[in-house]
């Protein structure tokens, strides 16, 4: 049987020493020629890169569908043994594998690891300056919130295909198409615009995997697949999807390809697990299909736009908010849709967003919030986040993709039960910003309390490249 290598958490306490080793690895790839395949310049603009003329499988990440995850999966599992091979030949320990950073445990975890914030060496391959402020910050750097670092929304999605289930919206492998699920959205999106901050390398996808952080972010996103997964959740069974392949370079800078189908199981297809994943839930029994049954294809739910904004919002770094007027004809079935025993679905659109650049900054998403809220006020209408990652590329394509203006949908209809909502003529949605937590601030929600004071009193027009909303929509999927 082949060795299984163990990605374990980088806060671990044993952790240094693979970090250690990973700034060596990042080193030897640094040192590169950049026309090399397994150099560092060359790996990271696969992901992403504005140099031209483009080389042989630069720019080729996929988002905004259901190959997001996948893709990702072998991009890293490829890299991973390039800096293994890397680390092997520096006298390292053979069975290296990459840490994962999963700042959804909150605290010291929610904050970027010592080793990527020490510039006190200038060759520290790991410290990058293209970062927020605060998250170098070598004594008290800042934290990712709660809101913005959390999975628990992600691992609720029961389906991976669909824009607000769990792994996005069925599409042929285009760069950047317009349905992103809901780990694409939160946490994955969110944290890179985050950690980036305006001008930043991770609010790119032209620089985000210049920064060595990147690769222990979509380690950690990789591991939530593993744990939806483990839960239950299962994967995509078309074969549009099963049998797409993808093509990488190996530890020797040859192309290599893999199927989807291929990479489903990390052990035994990959030989790599994580070091906290929950017991795989049981498979339930099939049903047997009585005899001469005949099949019908799923049928696909189609939503039913049952209310929706009137007049267009900006969003320029402080808070906003537009009423949502639900027609009166479909009152009754929005109240009878969020009940829990109703097989349908209220999903909440926010559509048309359009700008000229990723402002990196980060928005809750509240349902008639009222007045001055707590923290515990705030997370109780909390349905979702907005980031604007990647709103560059939606807007200016490669190759013959068409530009399209982004579009983020949540599911709502447990937060509206919740809310008591009922048969109401309108309801009001809030967009505030989330920023990073700073030490002084203390263990609190990205935007409770003072937080919140802040964004309102510093936040003023033309803080931020504007972001413009065309339409907030509710709709009922059957």
């Known amino acids: 049987m082949a060795e299984v290598f163990v990605r374990r958490n980088a806060w671990d306490p044993e952790a240094g020493e693979i970090l250690r080793w990973y700034a060596t690895g ?3 790839m640094k040192e590169r020629d950049p026309e090399n395949p397994t150099s560092w310049t060359y790996q990271a603009a696969m992901h992403g890169s504005s140099v031209e003329p483009a080389q042989p499988l630069w720019n080729e990440c996929k988002h905004g569908s259901w190959h997001f995850l996948v893709w990702h999966r072998m991009y890293l599992y490829y890299f991973e043994q390039i800096v293994r091979q890397a680390v092997v030949e520096a006298g390292g320990p053979e069975d290296w594998a990459l840490p994962y950073w999963n700042y959804g445990l909150g605290g010291e975890q929610a904050t970027i690891p010592a080793p990527f914030r020490s ?15 605060g998250i170098n910050d070598e004594e008290e750097p800042s934290q990712i919130a709660p809101e913005i670092g959390s999975d628990a929304a992600a691992l609720e999605r029961p389906q991976f295909a669909g ?5 996005g919206g069925e599409a042929q492998p285009e760069f950047f198409f317009g349905e992103a699920g809901i ?8 944290v890179h615009s985050t950690i980036g901050g305006p001008g930043g390398w991770m609010s790119s996808f032209q620089t985000a995997a210049q920064d060595p952080i990147f690769w222990l972010h979509h380690a950690n996103i990789d591991r939530i697949w593993a744990t939806w997964n483990a839960n239950g959740g299962a994967d995509p069974e078309a074969g549009e999807w099963l049998d797409q392949e993808f093509e990488f370079f190996d530890v020797n800078g040859g192309t290599v390809r893999l199927k989807c189908s291929e990479t489903l199981q ?3 297809d990959l030989n790599y697990t994580y070091d906290s ?3 795989p ?6 049903e047997p299909e009585p005899e001469g049954a005949v099949v019908e294809p799923a049928e696909v739910p189609q939503p039913k736009v049952v209310g929706a904004s009137e007049e267009q919002v900006t969003l320029v770094g402080n808070e906003a908010a537009v009423p949502v007027e639900i027609d009166p004809r479909a009152r009754q079935e929005v109240s009878e849709a969020t009940r829990s025993d109703d097989p349908r679905r209220v999903v909440l659109n926010v559509e048309d967003i359009e700008a000229e650049v990723n402002p990196a900054s980060v928005y809750g998403i509240y349902v008639n919030l009222p007045e001055n809220p707590d923290g515990k006020t705030l997370e109780a209408h909390h349905a979702g986040n907005l980031s604007f990652f990647g709103i560059e590329q939606a807007r200016s394509p490669k190759g013959e993709e068409k530009a399209h203006p982004l579009r983020v949908s949540v599911e709502v209809g447990q937060l509206l039960d919740r809310l008591g909502i009922g048969e109401d003529e309108e309801i009001k949605v809030s967009f505030l910003p989330i920023n990073l937590i700073r030490p ?4 609190k929600h990205g935007i409770a309390g003072s937080r919140r004071g802040v964004a309102a009193e510093t936040a003023t027009e033309g803080e931020d490249p504007p972001v413009q909303i065309g339409r907030v929509s509710l709709s009922v999927t059957k």
Do not use: D
Not at 121 to 131: A, I
């Open 119 to 133: 510039p006190a060496e200038e060759s520290n391959p790991l410290f990058v300056e293209q970062r927020a402020p």
């Open 26 to 28: 990042v080193g030897a």
């Open 163 to 167: 824009q607000f289930e769990f792994g």
């Open 440 to 443: 002084e601030e203390g263990p």
């Open 281 to 286: 839930a049981p498979e339930p029994e099939p």
């Open 266 to 268: 990390t052990i035994p």
């Open 277 to 279: 994943l929950p017991e």
């Open 183 to 190: 780990v694409e959205q939160t946490p994955h999106g969110v």
